[in-house]
Every structure is written in structure tokens, then in C-alpha cells.
T-cell receptor, first 114, second 114 residues
């Protein structure tokens, strides 16, 4: 499985932007980059995904490096509710034996200060 | 919104007991997954099912089995519970294998084996 590397923890202040980095130097050409987050006492929830182009949705933006070896999840204005563990995951394309499974790493613990 | 419901939030069982963890999803999803989450180890995939009566081993299937007789329900079975199976168990579902449909997680079952 292609692996990702994220910082163990990051801190931010409320209403400031947050940039969460992820390195994936062994990414293959067909791997999609997925981000999930896990709020305290809840299961993980989907945030965003992309392949090559930058992506935006109501929750966040995903900036993908041109060589695809790294990406950054951007929260434009952090709120206290954004305090969570953020996971960067490479999704293997189905067709092989993996059936597109997602392998979660340790993630980044984001602390948001009022 | 997709709802993934796990039958119990907390469960306490004795060593050697047979334990059933139940998961139900309400959106006709093809794929269902069982993960366990432990401090320092993150989420690890136990089993997944890409359709009714189909199952594939994940990364840590030893000591577990699964059952998927109906599309909406995916059961995780601990044939003879042991203390090292004390963990948070998370069920997830996904629309289908191809494409990039996201995983939808339940809120977990915290199992303690004494």
C-alpha cells in the first residue's frame, strides 16, 4: 500500500486558516487522495478527495502538488468544531484484489484555540 | 443522509464468549467494512464485504469472522473473545467498489473483554 506521512499534531486559532500537509511520495498514477476527519467520540467522516486538480467543497479545499507527491487540506476559517483527527489516505483503484480499500494512518490531531 | 447504525455503543463481555457486533446501513450500499481502532495503531481493517454473501479479509482478520446475509446488515463475530480484542469497533459502508464514493461510518462500539 502506498503510504502517507502527516504531522502528529497541529494547532490553530479560531477563525484563522489551517493548512494540513500530507506527503505521499510513493503515490501511483491512479491513486486518489482522500481526506477524512474524526471528531471526538464519533466515527470518521469524509471531507474531500482529488486526483490531480485542486478541489473545493463546502467543508474544505484540497491542494495537490503538481508531482502529486504531497497535498494540503485547507480549512479556510477554523472553528472549534473543526478540532479533530485528520486522516490523509490514498485510495487504491478497484480492479485488483484490494477492492478499493482505504488504509488509515495515524492522522494529524488538530487543536483549535478560541 | 446515509445512516450507519451499530447496535451497541458499549459492550462488556467475558473471555471465551462468542460476541456479535451488528451494523446496519439504510442506503442500499454494496460495500461494508469493519475496522478496529486502538490508541497508537489507528484504524485497522478487519474484514470487508463488497456485496451480499461476499467477504474479503482485511489486514487483521485473525480471531474474527463476518456474515453478510442481507445487503443492509454486516455482522462481525468474535468466536471466542479474548482480552486483546478489547477495542473500539467501527463499521462503515460505501455505495459501490468502483469510483470514489466515500465511506460512511457508524459511531462505533466500544468492546471490553474481561
Amino acid at each position: 500500500d502506498a503510504k502517507t506521512t502527516q504531522p502528529n499534531s497541529m494547532e490553530s486559532n479560531e477563525e484563522e486558516p489551517v493548512h494540513l500537509p500530507c506527503n505521499h511520495s510513493t503515490i501511483s498514477g491512479t491513486d486518489y487522495i482522500h481526506w477524512y476527519r474524526q471528531l471526538p467520540s464519533q466515527g470518521p467522516e469524509y471531507v474531500i478527495h482529488g486526483l490531480t486538480s485542486n478541489v473545493n467543497n463546502r467543508m474544505a479545499s484540497l491542494a495537490i502538488a503538481e508531482d502529486r507527491k504531497s497535498s494540503t487540506l485547507i480549512l479556510h476559517r477554523a472553528t472549534l468544531r473543526d478540532a479533530a483527527v485528520y486522516y490523509c489516505i490514498l485510495r487504491e483503484v478497484a480492479g485488483g484484489t484490494s477492492y478499493g480499500k482505504l488504509t488509515f494512518g495515524q492522522g494529524t490531531i488538530l487543536t483549535v484555540h478560541p | 443522509d446515509v445512516k450507519v447504525t451499530q447496535s451497541s455503543r458499549y459492550l462488556v463481555k467475558r473471555t471465551g464468549e462468542k460476541v456479535f457486533l451488528e451494523c446496519v446501513q439504510d442506503m442500499d450500499h454494496e460495500n461494508m467494512f469493519w475496522y478496529r481502532q486502538d490508541p497508537g495503531l489507528g484504524l485497522r481493517l478487519i474484514y470487508f464485504s463488497y456485496d451480499v454473501k461476499m467477504k474479503e479479509k482485511g489486514d487483521i482478520p485473525e480471531g474474527y469472522s463476518v456474515s453478510r446475509e442481507k445487503k443492509e446488515r454486516f455482522s462481525l463475530i468474535l468466536e471466542s473473545a479474548s482480552t486483546n480484542q478489547t477495542s473500539m469497533y467501527l463499521c462503515a459502508s460505501r455505495y459501490r467498489t468502483g469510483g470514489n464514493s466515500p465511506l460512511h461510518f457508524g459511531n462505533g462500539t466500544r468492546l471490553t473483554v474481561t
